[in-house]
């Protein structure tokens, strides 16, 4: 079974960008957003600037939500 990418569009430091993730961790990534008070984009942004630069942003997420779980 092929699972579907759910794309959002994100302003990361003043630019646009897009990122595609399975719906499991968007959900994960929706809720440590909301209960550290933040937006989404906000949270992006922090993971975004924590990552290894050789890391693609959504693979930062995905090791992200996999942490808190």
Do not use: C, Y
Not at 4 to 22: C, D, F, N, P, Q
Not at 37 to 50: C, Y
Not at 63 to 69: E, H, N, Y
């Amino acid at each position: 079974m092929t699972r579907h990418l759910l794309k959002r569009s994100l302003i990361l430091s003043g630019h646009g960008t897009s990122v595609a993730l399975e719906p499991e961790f968007w959900a994960v990534l929706d809720s440590m957003a909301e209960q550290r008070g933040l937006t989404i984009g906000k949270l992006v942004e922090a993971i975004d600037g924590n990552r290894d630069p050789n890391r693609p942003l959504a693979s930062a997420l995905r090791v992200a939500a996999l942490q808190i779980t």
